[in-house]
């Protein structure tokens, strides 16, 4: 089974607006990132978030984890159209690069 | 950053027939690839892991003797899908770590006729 489960699986806002999504996980991990992939198309890779960090930041994104509750949050800031995609989470828990990947998120952002 | 190449971007064959998809690290040496499969609208699923010089390890479920894993340099990783069936109808990505994080290719689209 995936080790990660994102929530919510779809989630439809105005831009402008922020966005959260959140995954959770259910073994220790070494770092989890965040990525997104535009419709038919590969993986852009966006954070990752090692198991000793609780925050990170990039742009408009800010990158959560609790590895006490074995879950992490994406959250976009001042949402544009083009941040409509599918958002997945993927967690390492080797350090060897071998992710597994959460269910996704499909967000849509209404101009 | 470091950047991983598949090839080719896309391909359609007919059922019965095989497919070979490459997945190149263009900057940087990678003892171990991993491939995996998206369906549409779904989530990505490891495959195998592809090691350099060794037998590839598979995930359970997948068929070794349907999917042949070949990693004959640090640069380079094949996948082959022999006797392909309309049901192999996938996106196909291949990843590849240094020694930082991990990079993924641009993925092919199968399809199978």
């Known amino acids: 089974s995936q080790q990660g489960e994102e929530d919510p699986q779809a989630l439809s806002i105005q831009e402008g607006e922020n966005a959260t999504m959140n995954c959770s996980y259910k073994?220790?991990?070494?770092?989890l990132q965040w990525y997104r992939q535009n419709s038919g198309r590969g993986l852009v890779h966006l954070i990752l978030?090692?198991?000793?960090?609780r925050e990170k930041h990039s742009g408009r994104l800010r990158v959560t984890l609790d590895t006490s509750k074995k879950s992490s949050s994406l959250l976009i800031t001042a949402s544009r159209a083009a941040d409509t995609a599918s958002y997945f989470c993927a967690t390492d828990t080797t350090n060897a690069g071998k992710s597994t990947f959460g269910d996704g998120t499909t967000l849509t952002v209404k101009p | 950053g470091a950047v991983v190449s598949q090839h080719p971007s896309w391909v359609i064959c007919k059922s019965g027939t095989s497919v070979k998809i490459e997945c190149r690290s263009l900057?940087?040496?990678?003892?171990?690839m991993f491939w995996y499969r998206q369906f549409p609208k779904q989530s990505l699923m490891l495959m195998a892991t592809?090691?350099?010089?060794?037998?590839?390890?598979?995930e359970q479920g997948v068929e070794k003797d349907k999917f042949l894993i070949n990693h004959a340099s640090l640069t380079l990783s094949t996948l082959t899908v022999t006797s392909a069936h309309p049901e192999d109808s996938s996106f196909y990505i291949c990843?590849?770590?240094?020694?930082?994080?991990?990079?993924f290719g641009p993925g092919t689209r199968l399809t199978v006729t």
């Open positions: 592809s090691n350099e010089g060794s037998k590839a390890t598979y």
């Open positions: 990843s590849a770590k240094d020694s930082y994080e991990q990079y």
């Open positions: 073994t220790s991990i070494n770092n």
């Open positions: 978030i090692r198991s000793n960090e």
């Open positions: 900057d940087f040496q990678a003892t171990t």
